[in-house]
């Protein structure tokens, strides 16, 4: 029953962030309740891969487990830190730990990797198809953000304006940077 209680905790983050995300966990604790619900897509995706990719299954589950489980929580990891660093030192807004910061993170992360398996659909879906999936996706991502926001704020004792200016931070940082790279390719490409 442990497994169902952090699933429907997760959910519960998911459907009433303002309501279920302000319990701080350990980084260890907050780990664990990723790793169980990474768990509940699990359940559908081999069935929806089988059913459009046939063959592929070993190579393709092989990809996923590596994304989900290894990857992704390295990255909410980093992408916790970086938050935190920006929120705690550069701004001085928030007033909470690092755990608490990894357990916003964690919470962000249940929309997207509840809805993971839809991605792994748009990759072999028709392009009318993938274009309807990709809006469902960007809905997803927009809800991860509100969530994320939510629980920052929860978490770190602040207001949610500072929890998403500090959330959109490195999105500015590295379109910025982004900008600046392939404005300076442009420029050599063309001789100037």
Same mark, same amino acid.
């Given at each position: 029953?442990?497994?169902?209680?952090?699933?429907?905790?997760?959910?519960?983050?998911?459907?009433?962030?303002?309501?279920?995300?302000?319990?701080?966990?350990?980084?260890?604790?907050?780990?664990?309740?990723?790793?169980?619900?990474?768990?509940?897509?699990?359940?559908?995706?081999?069935?929806?891969?089988?059913?459009?990719?046939?063959?592929?299954?070993?190579?393709?589950?092989?990809?996923?487990?590596?994304?989900?489980?290894?990857?992704?929580?390295?990255?909410?990891?980093?992408?916790?830190?970086?938050?935190?660093?920006?929120?705690?030192?550069?701004?001085?807004?928030?007033?909470?730990?690092?755990?608490?910061?990894?357990?916003?993170?964690?919470?962000?992360?249940?929309?997207?990797?509840?809805?993971?398996?839809?991605?792994?659909?748009?990759?072999?879906? /028709? +392009?009318? $198809?993938?274009? !309807?999936?990709? &809006? %469902?996706?960007?809905? @997803?991502?927009?809800?991860? =953000?509100?969530?994320?926001?939510?629980?920052?704020?929860?978490?770190?004792?602040?207001?949610?304006?500072? /929890? +998403?200016? $500090?959330?959109? !931070?490195?999105? &500015? %940082?590295?379109?910025? @940077?982004?900008?600046?790279? =392939?404005?300076?390719?442009?420029?050599?490409?063309?001789?100037?």
């Amino acid at each position: 029953m442990i497994l169902v209680d952090d699933i429907k905790k997760g959910v519960s983050a998911i459907l009433h962030p303002n309501k279920s995300t302000g319990t701080t966990m350990s980084i260890g604790a907050a780990a664990v309740m990723y790793y169980k619900f990474a768990f509940l897509p699990l359940l559908v995706l081999p069935i929806v891969i089988e059913l459009l990719l046939g063959g592929f299954l070993g190579a393709i589950s092989i990809s996923i487990i590596l994304v989900q489980y290894i990857f992704y929580p390295i990255g909410l990891l980093i992408g916790a830190g970086i938050l935190f660093f920006i929120g705690k030192y550069l701004f001085r807004w928030f007033k909470g730990t690092f755990s608490g910061a990894f357990t916003a993170t964690v919470y962000g992360a249940f929309p997207s990797l509840l809805f993971a398996w839809i991605s792994y659909i748009m990759l072999y879906a /028709s +392009l009318h $198809v993938g274009e !309807v999936i990709g &809006i %469902i996706i960007d809905v @997803i991502d927009l809800w991860s =953000l509100y969530v994320i926001v939510v629980a920052f704020s929860r978490q770190q004792k602040c207001t949610k304006l500072q /929890s +998403l200016i $500090v959330a959109l !931070v490195p999105v &500015i %940082i590295v379109a910025i @940077i982004a900008f600046l790279v =392939l404005g300076s390719v442009a420029l050599s490409s063309t001789g100037l």
